[in-house]
């Protein structure tokens, strides 16, 4: 099991990635839409990559609860089949 630390630095990472933002421009508690401006793009390509590079499987009905970045680390987390 990976810690939460981990898990938040590889979120931050790739979200630095998917909307070309400099690193330290936002924080794990940065709003996916109102601060990040995530589309549905954005947020399948996050997945798709927390999926094959963590190997979890996040369920459709986990999504509707992602709000910040960190809610999305705390699923990974305590995620056991999810």
Do not use: R
Request: proline share 2%.
């Amino acid at each position: 099991m990976q810690s939460i630390e981990t898990i938040n630095e590889y979120i931050l990472s790739e979200v630095t990635k998917i909307k070309s933002l400099p690193p330290g421009s936002f924080t794990i508690d940065s709003h996916i839409i109102y601060d990040l401006y995530f589309d549905s793009v954005d947020l399948i390509d996050l997945l798709t990559a927390i999926e094959d590079d963590l190997n979890v499987v996040i369920a459709d009905d986990k999504l509707e609860k992602f709000t910040t970045l960190s809610s999305i680390s705390q699923t990974i987390l305590h995620c056991s089949s999810c």
